[in-house]
C-alpha cells in the first residue's frame, strides 16, 4: 500500500530491525544504528551503488558479521511480505539507487527480471557470432564459469548465458544419442 509506506517515510522514526534485533532503521533516511551505543553505523557504497551495512546477529550468526543491503533492512522492517515462500527478495519499483520505502517491493526473481526489462534497467542486447562461439568454446574446455561472471563481461542479463548454455548441453546430449543409435 503505496500510502501506508509514503506516511511511513514522512514520520521519520525508528525501528528494531527484526533479524538483526540490536540494530534499528530510520523510516525516512534508512540510517542504521545500534540501539545500546545510539550510534549510526557506516555506510559502505558498493561500485554499483548500493549502500550495505555491517551487522552482527549473534544468536543466529555467532560473531559473524554480515553485509546488507539498506533496501533490504528497510524491507524486513517496514514492508509487510504476504508472499514469504515465494517472494523473497527485495526489488526496486523504479530507480535502483533510490533506496526509499515507496520505491521498494517484495518480489520473486522472475518478476523482476521481466519488470526491469520492460523499465530498461537491463540492457537489451543480443550476443554476437563472436560471444556467442567463446562462450562456447570456454564452456566445452570444461573451464570454470559462472552466468553471472559472463553476463558482466558480455553485458547481458545471466539469463541469456543461461539459456545459451542450456542450449548447448542439450544439443551436445541429442548428439550423443544420435551417436549411441
Known sequence: ????LEALEK???WAKIPEYPDYEINSSTGAVRKISTKVQLPEMISSGGKVYFSLYNTALYGNTLKMKARAYLLAITFIPNTEVNSYNQVHYITDKNVDKLTNL???NQSEA???N???????DRGLTDEE???IKD???SGAPYSYGKLSRKYGVHSFVISNLIKNLIAKKQEERTENMV
Open 113 to 115: 527480471t521481466k519488470k
Open 132 to 134: 556467442i562461439t567463446e
Open 105 to 107: 517491493v517484495w518480489s
Open 11 to 13: 514520520a521519520d522514526f
Open 1 to 4: 500500500n503505496y500510502e501506508y
Open 138 to 140: 570456454l564452456v566445452l
Open 117 to 123: 526489462w520492460k523499465k530498461g534497467m537491463l540492457k
